[in-house]
């Protein structure tokens, strides 16, 4: 898996991808104690405002950027969005007040929002074999996990010789060294669409949405991203109650049950490169999707126990089947993007992508917590397990075994006026999608 680092160009943008979420994890850490310092018993709702932020920032920039993206150079864009991140990040340890570190917040997290779909939609161009490519993905699934493990530990040994504001210097310099690296290469430029765009800027906006919308596939992708944001975020919540409040275990257990759900992921992010070498996607992602419901079903045993010792090595091992789970889900989602989008189509679509899977954990989130603290953990298992098999199953509806892949020639004129002389290969395209799988199968590349 490691060999496609022998690419300077992915190299390069790996590390900085590596870097970037370091320093993303020691603001993560260090914005938590600024809120208790500026609200005291109020960090928490502090803390889960800004949370709404970042996922209305995620929501509203990310189809913005797939309507400028393929009117910029995305080295542009990527060390842009690196330079205004790091500019944030140098400003937070001086704010004093709430409604600054809101404003902040939306600022750094709107800058993320140009730079990771950019650079999801670049890796493809850059590991143009498939093999190559998901093996990457994998890598990215990788550092997403070892992040979530490394920086809390990198925070909790600074904290020992410094105050958090420190930390946010940390998070400067990792910007700082993420828009170095991006620099330091030079990145494939998407291929020139055979149109001219067309639609003023809320259809390039768009654009993304509707290829989704357009898709099978990319429709169930949306399906099971609402499932993987039910178990996320119930992991994300509600860890910190299961542990301190329904188990009575110390501090330090919260870490050990958030290392079990990155352990989880990580272990299937290693095995998948080889498995889906030999199985299509689907048969990956369906699994995963209806895997988090029959684990759901297990979190409801433990938290319907009273009491018992097995109970804490239970939650750990759910936790890590979630991870697992999400990872089965997720892994592929880049090859699934890449192959149903045309490539100056790809930016786009990974800019929905992003967007639209925030949505879901926008949802997620507050229903998580809400839920749990006004009715109880038992509700807010049975609510969300209920979405992630709804999700699940209308996933697998959705996706049906023998479609065949067409490259999303239609969806590259989705957004022509009527009456576009190429409009109607399109839709003749669309149409068989929707109405004639069946033959959709001689001369064809059959969807993996």
């Not at 991203?225 to 119930?234: C, E, P, S, T, Y």
């Not at 490539?343 to 954990?361: D, I, N, V, Y």
Request: proline fraction near 6%.
């Amino acid at each position: 898996m490691f060999a496609v680092l022998r690419d300077r160009t992915y190299r390069h943008l790996f590390a900085a991808q590596v870097i970037a979420l370091v320093g993303t994890g020691l603001a993560t850490v260090a914005l938590g104690l600024l809120a208790y310092d500026i609200a005291g018993a109020d960090a928490g709702s502090v803390l889960g405002t800004a949370l709404a932020l970042k996922m209305a920032a995620y929501v509203a920039i990310a189809p913005a950027v797939g309507a400028v993206a393929d009117r910029l150079p995305r080295r542009t864009l990527m060390v842009t969005a690196d330079l205004v991140r790091a500019g944030v990040a140098l400003f937070l340890p001086f704010v004093d007040q709430v409604w600054q570190v809101y404003v902040l917040v939306f600022l750094l997290q709107s800058a993320s929002a140009v730079f990771t779909p950019t650079f999801q939609a670049v890796i493809p161009d850059v590991l143009p074999e498939e093999r190559d490519y998901t093996r990457a993905l994998s890598m990215s699934r990788l550092a997403y996990d070892l992040e979530s493990l490394f920086s809390p530990a990198l925070a909790a040994a600074l904290l020992s010789i410094v105050t958090y504001n420190w930390l946010f210097t940390g998070t400067v310099l990792g910007f700082l060294a993420s828009a170095a690296l991006v620099i330091s290469v030079v990145l494939p430029e998407p291929a020139a669409s055979p149109l001219p765009p067309a639609g003023g800027a809320y259809a390039r906006a768009t654009t993304g949405t509707r290829l989704f919308l357009a898709v099978p596939e990319l429709r169930a992708l949306l399906a099971l991203n609402l499932a993987v944001a039910a178990a996320g975020a119930m992991v994300t919540v509600n860890s910190v109650v299961y542990v301190r409040e329904v188990l009575g275990l110390p501090q330090n257990a919260v870490a050990l049950a958030l290392g079990a759900y990155g352990a989880g992921s990580m272990i299937v992010a290693l095995v998948l490169p080889r498995a889906l070498e030999r199985v299509p996607d689907r048969a990956v992602m369906l699994p995963g999707g209806l895997l988090l419901a029959v684990v759901f079903a297990g979190l409801g045993a433990v938290t319907a126990a009273p009491s018992g010792g097995w109970r804490w090595p239970a939650l750990l091992g759910v936790w890590a089947a979630f991870g697992a789970a999400c990872s089965m889900v997720l892994t592929p989602t880049g090859r699934l993007l890449s192959r149903s989008a045309p490539p100056e189509k790809r930016t786009a679509a990974f800019a929905a992508q992003f967007s639209l899977s925030h949505g879901c954990w926008l949802v997620t989130y507050p229903l998580a917590g809400w839920l749990g603290s006004a009715a109880g953990l038992s509700w807010a298992v049975l609510a969300l397990g209920s979405i992630a098999l709804a999700a699940s199953l209308l996933a697998a509806g959705l996706w049906p075994s023998g479609l065949a892949h067409v490259q999303a020639e239609a969806h590259v004129h989705a957004d022509l006026p009527a009456g576009h002389p190429h409009l109607a290969g399109a839709q003749r395209v669309s149409t068989g999608w929707r109405h004639s799988h069946s033959r959709l199968t001689d001369g064809l590349h059959a969807h993996p």
